[in-house]
């Protein structure tokens, strides 16, 4: 009863905060109430089986006892950075809500890695840690100095070839569309997933076990027949990074919607009208950036690396603006993916407790294509046109385009896919209940 509660009560603040935001984006974006209803009208009048296909036509799902060693390789084998869960128990069921159990990306298995450090400090094993590719010294700083470990090591505690192994897989993936996945991890050592699917508690641990601890990725679909504007709206206002697509009475996944693959298809929309009427607008005249700049997280140059991934995960964000001075002029930018430099170049680091920003960011820089290519900052300025905005976002495939101002370029705020939709939609009344027959907040208790 009382994890029911608890559930029920952070269900509840999490739909709050999106309604929040929602309420901020419709109160500032200025868009004639004529133009709004139309683009309403036309993307509920788009039936999600529209919308391209993923990749080879087919989902790859990964089954719920699949151990996380397993289901990275997974990952990286297939060249994506997420997969729905299936649940073998009712693997012939018809009905989603028994089939699935949520979505695993390569994020989620690094946000549980730190999680589950603020327990118990990360067991190290001296020759798992060699053979994955992962210093002494970067799991002992990760695990002590970044997020405060202080106890023994705990019988749950995670091996240094866990960490190894997320960010190891999430290299290839990283790399977009993704060339020679299996190839990059095998750089680490033709041993590697030998070693990690032998260490414990790794080999025993679950993809189920990420999924009952840290509730990340919820499994929200829609089916085939549904409108975009659903889709639109879960992967803006609700905060989903990606949608499913399934048809009713049959068991398949048929497809896989993503915030960048709906961004990648607004760029596409140059030329028509609508689009060309409000792509050519500074974004100030839609209310762009939503966040003032004191609301933006950032990261000083000279601050610790391992405090900007702690301050990722304490506010669960997968990116931060490297800035210097008072004036926070924009100098680079860090994301939870560049993670895998402290994992897989120990050699480069020594000392990770004093490693600084800006020496990380300077080293990544010069670490070479067989790390996967740091992204810098993307930046642009108040009276940028949110044209430009989409076609830096899906041209440089990144999540976030930082506004800067003044001849400092000093951070004014960040604008975000779940930005740029949210620019296009707003939530006709009780849109879920009148569409899907339930409301968001009852498909995320499930």
Known sequence: MAGSESLDKEISSAVSSCEAYFEKVQSRKNLPKSLQETLNSAFAGIPVSSFPRVPGGRVIEIPAQTSVSEAVKILSDSKILSAPVINKDHKSSLDWRERYLGIIDYSSIILWVLE????????????????????????????????????????????????????????????????????????????????????????????????????????????????????????????????????????????????????????????????????????????????????????????????????????????????DGTNKKIVGNISMRDIRYLLLQPEVFSNFRHLTVRNFTTKIATAGEEYGLAIPAITCRPDSTLGSVINSLASRSVHRVYVGEGDENELYGVITLRDVISCFVSEPPNHFENCLGFSVKEMLKR
Request: charged share 20%; proline share 6%.
């Open 116 to 323: 589950s450090a603020d327990f118990a400090a990360i067991a190290l094993s001296a020759t798992s840690a060699t053979a994955a590719g992962v210093g002494a010294g970067a799991v002992g700083a990760l695990g002590v100095a970044a997020l405060g470990a202080t106890g023994p090591v705990a019988a749950a505690g995670l091996a240094a070839a866990a960490v190894g192994a997320a960010v190891a897989g999430g290299v290839a993936a990283d790399r977009g569309i993704g060339k020679d996945a299996p190839t990059a991890v095998d750089r680490l050592g033709k041993d590697f997933y030998q070693v990690i699917l032998r260490e414990e508690p790794f080999k025993s641990t679950t993809v189920r076990t990420i999924l009952k601890s840290f509730r990340y990725a919820p499994f929200v679909p829609v089916c085939t027949e549904s409108s975009m504007l659903s889709v639109l709206l879960l992967l803006s206002k609700y905060r989903l990074r990606n949608v499913p697509v399934i048809k009713p009475g049959e068991p398949d996944i048929k497809n896989y919607i993503t915030q960048s693959a709906v961004v990648y298809g607004l760029e596409d929309c140059k030329g028509r009208d609508w689009f060309d009427h409000i792509s050519s607008l500074p974004i100030s005249e839609l209310g762009l950036p939503f966040m003032s700049p004191k609301e933006v997280i950032s990261i000083d140059s000279d601050e610790h690396i391992l405090e900007a991934f702690k301050r990722m995960r304490d506010n669960n964000i997968g990116g931060l603006p490297v800035v």
